[in-house]
């Protein structure tokens, strides 16, 4: 709330008073607010790397490019991070295209069934490698589902890739769709390391991480959640996660069946 006192004088009545303008600036000090904060990250986000970069380069440059081995590594550093800048750039375009919604939906009627088993089968390589097994599960009379397939396969995509990610060996993924009141239901539940209660609340904001430093050396960018996020309100649902710390965790997300209307046009 902005207050504004403007004191009145008014001669010959033997009077003053004041006027008192009461205004509602909270919601767009918060956006203007987290606008700078996401600059911030942003910046914070890129030059990490690139400072990364430059020192690497610069040790090779003063001679570690004459040792085979420490060569090789420093390369390799330079590999990873130049290919996280690569992933994190393209998150952000990304974002920012379902921000403007210059790209419209391309929705389809589309057998959920297809699109699970096709996420299950994009994982099963590295599922393995991981010994982790992936299932895939959907309830009896579940309708096709309005979506902009490439959409729902990134969402699904992020998704999976944190259960694999923040799991140990020898767990399990469940992909699973049902149909509830508001639509169909799609699960993705893993058996990993779970998030603790106070940092479930904030996990669907950009660049939030429960772990700063362990998350980043896993390559994520910190916005896998939010793209979802983004691209399930672009389809007119709902997410949410649930998780237990050391237990497992499990996001649950809702396509509506019936499309909104969008006015006469
Ligand atoms: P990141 O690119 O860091 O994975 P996300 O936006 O996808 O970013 O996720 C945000 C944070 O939420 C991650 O850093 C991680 O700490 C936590 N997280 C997301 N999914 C899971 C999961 N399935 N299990 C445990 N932690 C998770």
Redesign the pocket.
């Known amino acids: 709330i902005r207050v504004t006192f403007t004191p009145v004088h008014r001669r010959g009545h033997g009077g003053t008073g004041t006027i008192i303008v009461l205004q509602d600036v909270t919601e767009q000090e918060e956006l203007e607010a987290s606008r700078r904060e996401f600059v911030a990250n942003v910046s914070h986000e890129l030059r990490t790397p690139l400072t990364t970069i430059k020192s690497y380069a610069e040790a090779l440059d003063d001679g570690a490019i004459e040792d085979p081995e420490l060569g090789g590594r420093f390369v390799g550093v330079i590999q990873n991070e130049t290919e996280r800048m690569i992933r994190l750039v393209t998150?952000l375009l990304h974002l920012s295209r379902l921000d403007s919604s210059e790209a419209p939906l391309r929705k389809q009627l589309t057998p959920i069934i297809d699109v699970l088993e096709e996420v299950a089968d994009r994982f099963s390589f590295q599922m393995q490698q991981k010994h982790m097994s992936i299932a895939v599960i959907v309830e009896r009379g579940v309708p096709e589902v309005p979506m902009d397939r490439d959409q729902i396969d990134q969402l699904l995509d992020?998704?999976v890739?944190?259960?694999l990610?923040?799991?140990n060996e020898g767990g399990s993924v469940t992909l699973a769709a049902s149909l509830v009141e508001k639509g169909v239901a799609i699960s993705?539940e893993?058996t990993?390391?779970?998030?603790p209660k106070k940092?479930i609340e904030r996990?669907?904001e950009?660049?939030?991480?429960?772990?700063?430093g362990?998350?980043?050396s896993?390559?994520?960018?910190?916005?896998?959640?939010?793209?979802?996020r983004e691209i399930v309100k672009a389809h007119g649902g709902d997410i949410e996660?649930e998780?237990e710390f050391g237990k497992?965790?499990?996001?649950t997300f809702i396509l509506p069946l019936v499309q909104e209307e969008r006015g006469y046009s």
């Open positions: 998150d992020n998704l890739s944190n259960a990610k923040y799991s993705v893993d990993g390391i779970g998030i940092d996990i669907f950009r660049f939030y991480r429960v772990e700063k362990r998350a980043r896993m390559g994520g960018t910190g916005l896998g959640l939010s793209i979802a996660l998780s497992g965790t499990r996001v």
